[in-house]
């Protein structure tokens, strides 16, 4: 603990808005002081030595006995290795030398076009492909976790065969005959009780063999369901134009923009697109630019509403009152609302501000057609509906919403199209399922009761990755090939088609989708490759040769662009069938929500999403963007409200809840208070809970499903809450209490206005220190490398702290160690919230890394010179030589140093999940499993116990980027040449990275920008990473 | 058949292509395979080693078409050929070699 005085909480400095991490902070400040003070948390230091790491006297003796024997057998200094080279090398690998391949990946109807790096032919990075429209270079979350399912230790591995209730392994020839017997049998009857089952996809490949199935059987039938699908979007837009539109949205150039219930920065399709262009039109360079202004309309915080200007609160049952209120005042404005506004009352929900109906209202029409409205996709269609005919209205199509043909368009309600399959099930109509892509034990509703259907299916079988929840009840499993194992195609929502390139044969002998889906069609004898080459010909047409030219580049830039995009389509906007949707959705509307009808809504998890990314720890321990909550899903709800119903969910004690609702299943969830969520609304998120998901997924957080029914798919009222029997609170680890501001000014925002009037006013809140130090500072002649973040574009997506785990190597510490404050994130992103209102506050997110100080604190106190500055001024680290004090980490003013408490990386694969671990070794010393080995950054040292590590600015892609200007001859680096994992993946272009000492690089420019400071500059650290503040654009005549 | 190689620690990285376009030869760090009856580590391969040579290049350095001839010597001219030292400036500081 130092001795200085330690800032004063409870007085912001500055002239700035209180900012606080938990409600806890704010409540008591006083009680938030003193723990700051400790700067540590007691837990993460003590007990270096406790029962986890104390081996067992037999396994104590076995590692000493091991160690004996190496000793006894000579000092060896390095063991002698023997490598097999290839007679033959295989063409363009050079060891060492990375290739990178174009792939794409799907998901919601809209296709990620990827790059992904292969060392030696092992898959280890993902990255946005730059040429394809959708990423541009950047990535999802999603797409970075990739590479980590690829390498699964709990992929099956073989099928398997199901018989009076149990499971053995079968072999794949066995498997083969009984798959064409089926097939056989059902061609003889056209089909006749062959069904098949999977998510609906956008792979051309795949819509060409089910229309050659339906040809060929016509009584076969493909259904497709999703338990995260965007229906509500396509059905929506047909209502409005007769047949299903693409919008899309321009949020670069729009003025206005009105969300309701909707994540479109992160959860919603072309979330990757869309926050992109979102912060191209917030971005500010100088004071004379203007910038978006964004309104939020949501029940729980998300993503897009930490980015609003104007937040307000509602449940998601409110949302479409909410809009008809606010389509009525634009009708009275002005507006060409047709025949709409005749059919509503116009009636806001209760608890709706008026200024939110009038004065947005009047700010979107005042636009001149630069505004307009975007709705989720748990809205119900005739929502969806209005908003098309609201943009119709604000004069924005053509502006900046454009209307294409929808290319991914659903033709069926999935969650209906489940139904049929299942009522047939029932009736006894299925003999042969075929699931393709999915896993409806676990995720479909649970009046379905699917698991029951499905055992009257004479024979069944899963296609999946892992022996998950539906696999239970199949009499036949299939091992699935992963995206990067198989061919494939995929087209994105403008009608980019992108081939799905394999970069490794399967690890497991498995099948796509598509391959077992022409098994069915034509028995077999295509192969993937084949299928997807022949959809590409029919596609193109033409001659051969140019056919061959095109695939060739597809298969380079990962862009098919023998096809053309959809042009921009005029179909008219059908007002009469919007009002009468309209006015049903109107009608229907049954008891408001209040204290007494409490309303659930589900959403995917950020992190996981549906559940299919379940056992990836690299997702399961990030903190979840808003809570920051690890390892679980808790049940968001406002404090009002849980302090109504007589619960708690906070850092002190999580209650555990029982959820019931008529015609649902009864769930128990912790719960989690979280300021600024609506009132008598609680938020579930999907994906969690599972028990066959692998290791690491299995029985973390709470599984929702149950409580999710056909009619109440994404929301549902009528809820019943009580405390679980017996009352239990549930153990919750976030890392939302480490790290702490201690009341300095470290996330810097202020408005528009504000900005304007004293553009530099960073910097009076972080004062740079005018007196240099006592002794001759550095020069930095070559390169000098900096990096900017801007907190204004950034939307806390967690993308660039998953990217930074792939490319370094970083470890998981599991749920236990992570409540310790033993999180092993080179970056994190913190969260603030702003704001003197507890119920309603504003977020601030902050991405932190090392800032790579100039004078940095934690190189004076290292007593062995294991970080050290280099001469481009980057702040090294020597693992080898680190012999773990720690007063690196206790000398960081930024708390960006992470120490290795226990070998991680062995710990917990063996240890954590698997409870026990090793049965001899103990806990930890288990062993890594091998295939999660091979997604090892080869560049970057696999750091053991013992030793700490931090942020490097990914130091070993600076310099492959200079050994190959080296190579060139070349002395300098371009701008550009070097690209760190997280500026890679940042959908928003917040992080840029560069040399300060070419004036002409983006960084160096964005470093002269009047609204830049650097973190605590005033204790004169002179960090490389500056930030620029957080400006809010809020609308002067708005009260809140 | 299998071959016993230079084993660099885990933590240390060595790229070929950056240090033979700076004109370093195989016969300095690899030593006289051509006279080994059989192969072996010729020099120590230690920190130090590495460092002694990115301190001063100079000795090891020769024209690039020279790279694989074992038996070469420098004779007077030769300087011509030569990359410049300060043209290289092999890194000494940690990250150059340690990530």
Known sequence: MSKRKPYSFVEPSGGQRPIWRSLEDKAHPEAAQTRAAEEFSRDQVAGMVDVESLVSRRGFLTVSAASAAVAASGCVRRPEEKILPFSKGPEYVIPGVPLHFATVREWLGEAEGLFVSSNEGRPTKVEGNPFHPVSEGASTLAAQAMVWSLYDPDRVREPSRRANGKSARAHANDLAKAVAERAKLAASENGEGLRFLTAPTTSPTFARLANELAQKQPNARIHNYAPVNHWNVVEGSRIAFGQPQQAHYDFGNARVILSVDSDFLHGEPSALRAAGSFAAGRRLRNMAEGMNRLYVVEPAFTATGSKADHRLRLPASDCGAYLRALAKQLASLGADMGEIPASLSGEPPAGVPSEWIEKVAADLHAQGGQALVVVGLRQPPAVHALAHAINRGLTAVGKVVRYTAMPNALAADPVRDLADLVADMNAGKVKTLVILDANPVYDAPHDLQFAAALEKVEFSVQLSTHLDETAQFTTWHAPKAHPFEAWGDARSTDGTVSIQQPLIAPLYGGKSAIEVLASFVDGGAESGHDAVRRTFDRMLGGDASRRELIWRESLKVGVNRGVPKHGESALALQVANVAKAVAEHSAAKTAPIGPSNLEVTFAPCSKVRDGQDANIPWLLELPENITKVAWDNVALIAPKTARALGVQGNAKRSDVVRLSREGAGDIEVALWEVPGHAENSISLALGWGRTHAGRYGNGQGFDVYPFRTLNAFWMADGVKVSKAEPARAHFVAQTQEHGSMEGRAIAIEGTLAEYRENPEFPRYASVEMSIPPLWKEKEYEGHKWGMSIDLTSCTGCNTCVIACQSENNIPNVGKRQLARGREMYWLRIDRYFVGDDADNPDIALQPIGCQQCEEAPCENVCPVNATTHSPEGLNDMAYNRCIGTRYCMNNCPYKVRRFNFLSWHGRLAGGVAAEGGDPVLGPWYGEMPETEKMQFNPNVTVRMRGVMEKCTYCVQRIQEAKIVARRDGRRRLEDGEVTPACAQACPTRAIVFGDLNDPKSRVARLRDLDRRYALLAEIGTQPRTTFLAQIRNPNPEMSS | ?99
Not at chain 2, 52 to 76: A, D
Request: charged share 25%; proline share 9%; hydrophobic share 35%.
């Open chain 2, 1 to 99: 058949m299998p071959w016993a190689v230079h084993k660099l620690p885990d933590h240390a990285y060595f790229d070929h292509s950056v240090h033979l376009n700076a004109g370093v030869g195989c016969v300095s760090c690899h030593g006289r395979i051509d006279q080994m009856e059989v192969v072996e580590l010729a020099k120590p391969v230690s920190m130090g080693w590495c460092l002694e040579c990115h301190r001063n290049p100079e000795p090891n350095l020769r024209p690039k078409n020279q790279i694989t001839n074992m038996k070469w010597e420098r004779k007077p001219g030769d300087e011509a050929l030569i990359a410049k030292v300060e043209d290289l400036a092999p890194p000494e500081h940690c990250s150059g070699c340690h990530r």
